[in-house]
């Protein structure tokens, strides 16, 4: 079974600076998704990135940017320029492509705080 | 742009009674799934569903059921409802294309999320 770790239970950045979350996981599969989600105080999942394993280049998104290494089966999320909306709990999340339907698989989350 | 639509948003039962969630996918996603986040804990899979079949099942009681109707809305039934169902159910849906060995699926959109509390 596949697992995922967030080894960061909480990060703290100050405003306009960055921020690293760390996330790896276990897998036998070859190709596979990764992603990571923001739930903010709301607590509605947003979508944050998205990366296919079997792209090399690393996903992008405004102020957020993953480095992915798959054989050492790390996923990091890399929040640029941060700002008091940032301020989170992200899960880090798998999902294997094998079958239509397979589940999310969730890492236990790191809570980001945003010092203005 | 339409997004996933959960129901109620809020449900307080008492223990021993019955709830039923439902969940309307984005249109023409044909996946649906349930996860369930306790206070504190990250989202645990309960069920998912793919053209109105159970396409994969987690760690869910046997008490609780779902399935998913012609119309791709989905319901979630619990029964003999405990104070540990107390969370927050999630419905996520998906666009997944399957072929062969294989699919690929666009990213889960998740819904807001229906607060069950159990008293």
């Known amino acids: 079974a596949q697992t995922v770790t967030q080894s960061q239970p909480e990060m703290s950045v100050q405003e306009a600076e960055t921020v690293t979350l760390s996330c790896t996981y276990d897998?036998?599969?070859?190709?596979?998704?990764l992603f990571w989600y923001k739930q903010p105080p709301s607590r509605q999942m947003i979508l944050v990135i998205r990366q296919e394993a079997y792209k090399q280049q690393n996903a992008t998104e405004n102020r957020f940017s993953v480095n992915f290494q798959k054989a050492a089966k790390s996923f990091s999320l890399k929040i640029s320029d941060s700002q008091l909306g940032d301020a989170a709990m992200y899960f880090c999340a798998y999902r294997g492509i094998k079958a239509a339907g397979n589940k999310l698989t969730f890492g236990g989350g790191t809570r980001v705080l945003v010092k203005p | 742009a339409a997004g996933v639509i959960q129901s109620p948003r809020h449900l307080i039962k008492e223990k021993r009674e019955t709830a039923t969630l439902k969940c309307y996918p984005i249109p023409r996603h044909d996946t649906v799934y349930w996860y369930q986040q306790g206070p504190g804990q990250d989202p645990q899979f309960l069920i998912s569903?793919?053209?109105?079949?159970?396409?994969d099942k987690g760690s869910i009681p046997d008490r609780f059921s779902a399935q998913q109707f012609s119309d791709y809305h989905s319901e979630l039934n619990m029964s003999s409802l405990e104070l540990g169902d107390s969370a927050l159910y999630f419905c996520a849906s998906s666009l997944d294309k399957w072929w062969g060995q294989q699919g690929a699926t666009y990213g889960y959109t998740f819904g807001s999320g229906t607060r069950l509390t159990v008293v």
């Open positions: 897998t036998s599969e070859s190709d596979y998704y």
């Open positions: 569903f793919y053209e109105k079949m159970q396409s």
